[in-house]
């Protein structure tokens, strides 16, 4: 099986950095992806990590550390438009379907 | 398509009737995947096909729901005999390869059971 931890609830301040960790337990790993969902709306995919270290995206960048079963997402120069829930998800083995963590709620406060 | 599109975008049901939701994944897509999402917590698989094929489906509650996505029309998921905990938004996706990583989401079905 698979699981993924991430924390339920992030606050911070616009123009901020703010970094989502996750852990994953799996029984094979295949690659760590971040979505992010605004209220109401759908995922969208946001980044991608298969191999250790950092993606950079803009003002997103991923971490992956696979030797720790960890990762996170960080998020610089915060936008009050970030505000949304953050997902990070792993595929099982067959790359049928996308196990996805709790989601991480990220209020931006002016 | 350019994009998934789910319909219809809302929907209200009494316990004990059909329910029956629509997707159209990205023309090229063969992989279409439904989840289903309760009070904005954590996506809950049910089942992918490849193509016409069913390709996972452990996680469907196989009493009440089934699936479909035959050539030439749109993907179906189908409630049998609706609880008030199926209560949630069916998002569908769909996705060029099988690796999974990368998902394409359509806006979802909020499905409401009364």
């Known amino acids: 099986g698979q699981s993924l931890e991430q924390p339920s609830e992030v606050t911070a301040v616009e123009g901020a950095i703010v970094q989502i960790n996750c852990t994953y337990q799996?029984?094979?790993?295949?690659?760590l992806s971040w979505y992010q969902q605004h209220d109401g709306g759908a995922p969208t995919f946001l980044s991608y990590?298969?191999?250790?270290g950092l993606e950079e995206t803009g003002r997103f960048s991923s971490f992956l550390s696979r030797s720790d079963s960890y990762g996170y997402l960080l998020l610089q120069e915060l936008q009050m438009k970030d505000s949304a829930s953050y997902f990070c998800?792993?595929?099982?083995?067959?790359?049928?379907?996308?196990?996805f963590g709790g989601g991480t709620r990220l209020m931006v406060k002016p | 398509g350019e994009e998934v599109a789910q319909t219809p975008k809302h929907l209200v049901r009494g316990e004990g009737q059909k329910a029956k939701l629509y997707c159209a994944p990205i023309?090229?897509?063969?992989?279409v995947f439904w989840y289903q999402q309760v009070l904005k917590n954590e996506f809950k698989f049910l089942i992918s096909?490849?193509?016409?094929?069913?390709?996972?489906e452990t996680g469907m509650p196989k009493e009440r729901f089934s699936a479909k996505c035959l050539p030439n029309s749109p993907c179906s998921l189908e409630i049998q005999a609706t609880k008030l905990e199926d209560s949630a938004v069916y998002f569908c996706?769909?996705?060029?390869?099988?690796?999974?990583?990368?998902?394409?989401f359509g806006e979802g079905s909020w499905l409401t059971v009364v």
């Open positions: 996706a769909s996705s060029p390869d099988r690796t999974g990583n990368t998902i394409y």
């Open positions: 799996t029984s094979g790993f295949y690659g």
């Open positions: 990590n298969a191999l250790d």
């Open positions: 998800a792993v595929p099982n083995n067959a790359g049928n379907m996308l196990t």
């Open positions: 023309k090229g897509h063969s992989y």
């Open positions: 096909f490849q193509n016409e094929n069913v390709f996972d």
